[in-house]
């Protein structure tokens, strides 16, 4: 079995996403909840409290991601976690958002090597439940990852996911696999994260680093088969989709008013129109519906064919 893990995507990968995935197509190791953002509240807001449930992920293997710069509060959080049953928690110094990063958060920590090994110290020293980094390389620049990496290794983390973008590229531009290569040359527990968007691409990592962990996401959302096909399992269909888009729907209309749904609705299935013929264009037809012409459009979707090798196409 290949190691596969579902990427957190806030506002995307929700508990009813990951319920629905993990009982239809299966072949994920773990599903990362979006982050969870402590303050000195010491309380979750109603998006966050939902998202960690354990009754919302019973039978899901999910871990629980934490973003903050202060120590405390994610000490806070981690026990949090902890109460809840949850065996790992997940640090995210990555988040290239400019609110998140104005408040020297998420890939904001980059920014201050002096000031992230002291939070690193820190949790490291008194978290009870193991740690997992998602890091970035850098945040102006990838030769800021050789200082990064140098920090990164004195810690005992569970694992370190690397994407190997910089913050000011957010999702765009190219990979830096020379640096995701550096990482690859210490002891450090690694995961890949960034752009494997099909099974070719996939398979290329693969060869590149047998065995290596892979973190998807909008791989996933647009080919939710992908870990499966990538276990030597059937590649997606058509009533596939259609399953998956009736079950997240009937799951969310039992949670949300009408208008909510429908926004959940075609945040993923914009992603997942990726998966047929003209997909930029399948794309744009979901992406412009209102609840009153999302259903006319999701059909008209459906009666596209499949990509020969479906995925995501930015
Ligand atoms: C809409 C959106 C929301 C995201 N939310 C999170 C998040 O909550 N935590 C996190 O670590 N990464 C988050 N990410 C980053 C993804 O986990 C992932 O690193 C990124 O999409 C690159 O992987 P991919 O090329 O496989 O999509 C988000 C990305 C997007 C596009």
Redesign the pocket.
């Given at each position: 079995m290949m190691d596969i893990r579902s990427?957190?995507?806030?506002?995307?990968t929700d508990a009813v996403f990951r319920r629905v995935h993990h009982r239809l197509f299966g072949g994920v190791n773990r599903y990362y909840i979006?982050?969870v953002s402590p303050t000195s509240h010491h309380c979750f807001p109603p998006r966050e409290q939902r998202d960690v449930a354990p009754e919302n992920n019973a039978g899901v293997p999910v871990i629980p991601?934490i973003m903050t710069r202060y120590p405390e509060h994610f000490l806070w959080a981690a026990q949090e976690m902890q109460d809840r049953g949850y065996d790992e928690v997940n640090l995210?110094i990555?988040?290239p958002s400019g609110t998140v990063t104005a408040k020297g958060k998420g890939a904001g920590m980059l920014r201050e090597p002096d000031a992230l090994r002291t939070f690193l110290d820190e949790i490291f020293a008194h978290s009870r439940l193991p740690i997992s980094i998602?890091t970035r390389i850098g945040f102006a620049s990838p030769e800021e990852w050789d200082a990064l990496l140098d920090i990164l290794r004195q810690y005992p983390m569970k694992e370190l996911i690397v994407?190997p973008r910089i913050r000011t590229q957010f999702?765009k531009g190219g990979v830096y696999s020379e640096a995701f290569a550096l990482a690859a040359q210490t002891e450090l527990p690694l995961v890949y994260?960034?752009?494997?968007f099909d099974l070719p691409a996939c398979e290329e990592l693969q060869q590149q680093y047998p065995g290596m962990p892979m973190?998807?996401?909008?791989?996933l959302l647009a080919n939710p088969a992908l870990p499966r096909q990538l276990n030597g399992g059937a590649p997606l269909t058509v009533e596939e989709v259609r399953r998956f888009h009736d079950a997240l729907e009937q799951e969310y209309s039992q949670l949300f008013p009408r208008d909510q749904v429908h926004c959940r609705m075609r945040g993923i299935m914009k992603h997942v129109a990726c998966c047929f013929e003209r997909p930029e264009k399948m794309m744009k037809l979901i992406a412009k519906t209102n609840p009153h012409t999302y259903h006319d459009a999701v059909e008209k979707l459906l009666l596209q064919p499949l990509r020969e090798a479906p995925g995501y196409v930015p």
């Open positions: 990427a957190p995507m806030e506002g995307l979006p982050f991601q995210n990555g988040c998602k994407h999702y994260n960034g752009d494997l973190m998807l996401g909008r791989g």
